[in-house]
Nanobody
Framework: QVHLVESGGGLVQAGGSLRLSCAASGTIPSILTGGWYRQVPGNERELVAAITAGGHTNYGDAVKGRFTISRQKGTNTIYLNGNALRPEDTAVYYC??????????WGQGTQVTVSS
């Protein structure tokens, strides 16, 4: 079964940057929308960023101006670049891709830890 694979997480110092990647483990249809959520234990999953097939982007208030989502043209690979990281950005980051109404793929999550 095809799933998404995230990479790029790890330990980052406050003020530093990160780059996360999300790619499918096999062939899936072209995405309609895709993006990233993050979750801290005990909290609800929150939207980080999303991008449509047309390139329109949307960001969560907590990351606006610091994070950028992008897509590699011709592929289903999605990237998340973050700058000026803060300890409160520490979370497990999950990638998703929606290829049709009601059809979504999710990754297993990648841990990002920002040290103060």
């Amino acid at each position: 079964q095809v799933h998404l694979v995230e990479s790029g997480g790890g330990l980052v110092q406050a003020g530093g940057s990160l780059r996360l990647s999300c790619a499918a483990s096999g062939t899936i249809p072209s995405i309609l929308t895709g993006g990233w959520y993050r979750q801290v234990p005990g909290n609800e999953r929150e939207l980080v960023a999303a991008i449509t097939a047309g390139g329109h982007t949307n960001y969560g208030d907590a990351v606006k101006g610091r994070f950028t989502i992008s897509r590699q043209k011709g592929t289903n690979t999605i990237y998340l670049n973050g700058n000026a990281l803060r300890p409160e950005d520490t979370a497990v980051y999950y990638c998703y891709q929606r290829t049709a109404p009601g059809r979504e793929y999710w990754g297993q999550g990648t841990q990002v830890t920002v040290s103060s």
